[in-house]
């Protein structure tokens, strides 16, 4: 990517001259995004929303180039603890439980005030340190979020994952449309919630849902459908039963360490590939997609938000929508997870009318 903080070819790059391995680049632009946007909902047959799904099928369609068949590193996270949440949740738990609730609002207010390009900056300094955060305003704002109304470790969790705490503040609810008179938070699909006691000093709970409802319905259905969209066959040799059973028999301390996940999976890296090359805050596989709402998708997504298109239309509410969309153009608040959900629902209710 062009845009900084998204580009990690560099890295891959030094990575694969080590080792002495084929390397392909491929530079996405908003160009590139925009084409694909309009094939989304015929490929994903549903409303789909995770922007990840943009860079891997652009990464399918130029491996389908090569090869009929690849593997993929999904599970790895969940299974040895990589996602940021498993080491700095349970830490701003800790902190932040015994602070009283309407000060722990005004703090989320607080941070959400200071605009994601000057927190950005402050991630820049540290950028070099293991310890640095790529995208820091846009994590914080999340976090804010997140923390926002939570009573327990649990509800943190679940408002991480969530676009949104309260979805039924976005939803028309009237006689016309009963099904969606309540809709469902991913707390209310829980087959097993994260317990209450213990919780805020292990990271295994969240683990343990990820596997069960992150990992199928987002991970793995995201990577398939973008994958048999251009006939590539995927293989996830981290979900071999053997892996998973041996994976769940490690100590926590193999999987999250200090500020450092999947720690025993660096461990075996580490004989293979010096630290140096390697080290470096999480970054993930996300895309500018926000910045690019910014630009050159305005008047796509403009066009799907539209007050008159979404009242004709019946399902969502526009007042919210449209705060939010004018907070993220302004640039005081990221919004980029819930537009993209909503935008995602808008593109595909438009080739399902």
């Known amino acids: 990517f062009d845009e900084g903080g998204f580009d990690e070819s560099a890295y891959a790059r030094a990575v694969a001259e080590h ?8 530079r996405v632009t908003a160009k590139m ?3 694909l946007i309009p094939t989304l909902p015929w490929m994903y047959d549903e409303p789909f929303a995770d922007s990840s ?7 399918c369609k130029a491996a389908r180039q090569h090869v009929t068949v690849a593997l993929t590193g999904d599970a790895g996270d969940e299974l040895f603890g990589g996602y940021n949440r498993y080491f700095w949740g349970p830490r701003i738990w800790n902190r932040l439980r015994h602070v009283p ?4 609002l005004s703090l989320t207010k607080l941070l959400v005030m200071i605009p994601i390009h000057l927190w950005d900056r402050v991630g820049e300094t540290f950028s070099g340190s293991k310890h640095g955060v790529v995208r820091l305003g846009e994590k914080l704002h999340k976090l804010s979020e997140a923390v926002d109304g939570a009573k327990e470790l649990g509800d943190l969790y679940v408002n991480l994952l969530s676009t949104s705490t309260d979805p039924a503040s976005l939803v028309i609810q009237d006689n016309r449309n009963r099904a969606l008179s309540s809709p469902q938070t991913l707390s ?3 087959d097993d919630p994260l317990p209450h006691k213990g919780v805020a000093q292990s990271p295994l709970p969240m683990m343990y849902q990820d596997a069960l409802i992150y990992l199928p319905d987002d991970i793995l259905c995201k990577v398939d459908r973008a994958a048999m969209a251009c006939s590539l066959e995927t293989r996830v040799p981290f979900l071999d039963h053997r892996v998973v059973e041996l994976a769940w028999q490690l100590p926590l301390h193999m999987k999250v360490h200090g500020n450092a996940g999947k720690w025993a999976l660096r461990q075996v ?6 630290k140096e090359l390697i080290e470096r805050p999480k970054a993930g596989f996300a895309i500018p997609v926000g910045q690019w709402l910014r630009g050159p998708l305005r008047d796509w997504a403009g066009s799907l938000l539209d007050e008159g298109r979404l009242i004709a239309e019946g399902y969502l509410k526009p007042a919210p929508i449209r705060q939010a969309w004018q907070e993220h153009l302004s640039g005081r608040r990221d919004h980029t ?8 629902f808008q593109a595909w209710l438009e080739q399902n009318p």
């Open 337 to 344: 997870s819930r537009l993209w959900t909503i935008l995602m």
């Open 53 to 59: 799904q943009i860079p891997t099928q652009l990464v």
């Open 188 to 190: 209310t699909i829980l």
């Open 33 to 35: 995004a925009q084409d």
């Open 101 to 104: 609730l309407a000060l722990r």
């Open 269 to 274: 890296l580490h004989k293979h590939v010096p």
């Open 19 to 26: 080792l002495g391995t084929e390397h392909h680049e491929m």
